[in-house]
């Protein structure tokens, strides 16, 4: 499909964009389109995501937002006749043309999953694959390294002493906080995160979020989340999707005070979703 | 008719066969055991066969079956936990037809050689997956023709004539190697469908996890894919191993011996078996009531085996379900 053609897809809601020049822009997606196969997902999405803040993907479910999250490391590629076609560019690099190495990419974009999916291995062994992965099998690196992202992912504390025992007898708060070490262990620059407090109580929930607006001063961050608490309290930016379009993205203030489309304010009302 | 009567039938019928069925079982292994555990003497174990096999003990077949089983090992598990893995992690997810329609659909788009390459792959999957499936209907004689006819008559006769001074047969002749080949198609079916079933279980979840930490396919089948799924490989493999230990018919062409002086040193030299040892003493014997004991003393030792390896598989699959659901 030429970008013609999809120009004239374009849908007929109002696409706000960048709405103040401020800080750097990180994520740039222009006229990005997705199919399952035939089914096309998601429609003409354009977005700018600055540097170091959290843009929250809100919407009803089956709405695309997780979909659109796991374009910008390209984890659908592994979804058999998942496609993308578009722009999603990182520091002004195209994901989507050809011969793009996704390893190396996924390197650069971490990303934290809805449900908390630690290895059945040590707590150590989890902060230290994606580093051995990648070659390095120095002890005193790899001890180094555990440490601090255990430490910027707030749950050194209760680790610390047990580093050699099983990931899998921490709860599932701890078990996501070791999961966000995880990603943050091969230092990315962008952090996805897929409904990272969707299965938790209240008090891991808040963890969660109080570790997103420390992790923020270094890492651009993209959050999908049902919650719109969640949404208003962690998010800098907010994007509100419905049927695979873009509605509307904008400061989260303005999206949860003064929204300007009427899709939007009967979602963040309550009236469906 | 009551719907309590027809309850009350439904129990009886059941609970019968399972009656049955355990009844045999009992009787078959209580007559063995009863008759031949008193026939396993360190003699019987540690000597070879005497007097026309009327006498002495089964040591060689022991050695024999044991080569056998370690050489057949070697040949059918990594080759079948290799398809495995390529059949279970590489091949197309969707299946045959939805990777062909994907790639007629995608006339005049970019990445179409992918699709075909997608859509051939699924191809690729679905034949070997129905040779599989057929290769584990084939009986076992047949395997056993077909060791002699395609690796003793065809590849072990060109090693010979190009390796081996002219009339001199080393290779194109029964011996240990082949009998081990020709078993390890036998069990290879076992092994790849048991491997498939293993990694399966391993949660889609880690390979995503691996995978957006910059991992290859290859690294998350090697460091999250394989260890998960490895006591489950292994139990498969041992019980299929267990199975092709005690199939005679695919070595009787190519390589069992029923008696030998020595005992097998090298891979290209005849063996003896313990169930063909068994076949030998229960047809072959001139005074069948004298050869009885020797003949439950072997059944005994060859189930003994059987079991021993059956009992490693079971206690490796308990162990891991044990740590998985600590």
């Known amino acids: 499909m030429t970008t013609m053609e999809v120009v004239t897809q374009q849908p007929s809601v109002s696409v706000a964009s960048t709405p103040e020049a401020g800080p ?4 740039e997606v222009r006229d990005f389109n997705f199919f399952y196969g035939e089914n096309k997902v998601l429609h ?11 843009t929250a993907l809100i919407g009803p479910s089956g709405c695309g937002k997780s979909t659109f999250l796991r374009s910008i490391n390209r984890m659908n590629d592994i979804i058999p006749g998942a496609r993308g076609e578009g722009l999603i560019a990182i520091d002004g690099q195209n994901l989507y043309t050809p011969g793009i190495d996704v390893v190396a990419l996924r390197r650069r974009v971490g990303m934290v999953f809805q449900k908390s999916n630690p290895f059945p291995k040590s707590i150590y062994e989890n902060v230290a694959y994606g580093l051995r992965i990648g070659g390095v099998n120095d002890r005193r690196t790899l001890d180094e390294t555990v440490e601090r992202s255990l430490q910027r992912a707030a749950i050194w504390d209760e680790v610390k002493d047990r580093l050699n025992g099983s990931a899998l007898s921490l709860s599932g708060g701890q078990q996501q906080r070791l999961c966000i070490a995880r990603a943050l262990a091969v230092d990315p620059d962008v952090l996805l995160m897929d409904e990272p407090a969707s299965a938790l109580d209240p008090i891991a929930t808040q963890k969660i979020e109080e570790l997103v607006y420390e992790l923020k001063n270094n890492y651009t961050i993209v959050i ?3 919650n719109m608490q969640q949404a208003a309290r962690v998010s800098d930016r907010t994007a509100f999707f419905m049927l695979g379009k873009l509605v509307e993205y904008d400061v989260t203030r303005t999206i949860f005070m003064t929204p300007k489309e009427k899709l939007t304010e009967d979602y963040i009302t309550g009236r469906f979703g | 008719m009551t719907r309590g009567a027809a309850d009350k039938i439904a129990i009886t019928l059941l609970g019968s066969s399972v009656v049955l069925i355990l009844a045999i079982l009992v009787v078959l292994i209580g007559n063995i055991a009863m008759h031949g555990a008193r026939q396993v003497t360190w003699e019987f174990i540690t000597q070879p066969p005497r007097d026309g096999l009327m006498a002495g003990g089964i040591f060689p077949a022991i050695v024999g079956t044991a080569a056998l089983v370690i050489l057949m090992s070697i040949a059918a598990v990594p080759l079948g936990v290799a398809t495995a893995i390529y059949l279970h992690e590489y091949t197309p997810a969707e299946g045959l037809s939805l990777a062909w329609k994907r790639f007629k659909a995608s006339k005049g788009r970019p990445g179409r050689k992918r699709l075909f390459m997608r859509a051939v792959s699924a191809l690729l999957a679905t034949i070997t997956r129905s040779a599989v499936a057929n290769l584990a209907g084939v009986p076992s004689i047949v395997f056993g023709l077909f060791g002699l006819g395609f690796f003793i008559n065809f590849i072990g006769r060109n090693i010979d004539r190009a390796t081996q001074p002219p009339g001199e047969v080393l290779w194109g002749q029964g011996s240990l190697l082949w009998a081990a080949c020709t078993l390890a198609l036998l069990t290879l079916p076992t092994v790849i469908v048991a491997t498939e079933e293993a990694l399966r279980t391993v949660p889609q979840d880690l390979r995503e996890a691996s995978l957006a930490l910059g991992a290859t396919q290859w690294e998350t089948i090697r460091r999250v894919v394989l260890p998960g799924s490895l006591s489950g490989i292994l139990t498969g493999g041992i019980l299929g191993i267990s199975r092709g230990a005690g199939e005679v018919a695919p070595i009787l062409f ?4 029923y008696y030998l002086p020595f005992l097998p ?14 076949l030998i003493l229960s047809t072959q014997s001139p005074d069948v009531e004298a050869t009885k004991p020797l003949l439950y003393g072997t059944v005994f030792v060859l189930l003994a085996l059987t079991f021993l390896l059956n009992l490693a598989g079971v206690v490796i699959r308990t162990r891991t379900r044990s740590r998985l659901h600590r």
């Open chain 2, 254 to 257: 190519t390589g069992a011996a």
């Open chain 2, 265 to 278: 040193g090298d891979v290209t030299d005849q063996f003896m078996h313990l169930g063909y040892h068994v």
């Open chain 1, 24 to 27: 750097k822009t990180k994520i």
């Open chain 1, 44 to 54: 003409s999405i354009d977005l700018v995501l600055p540097e170091h803040q959290v």
């Open chain 1, 224 to 226: 999908v989340t049902h």
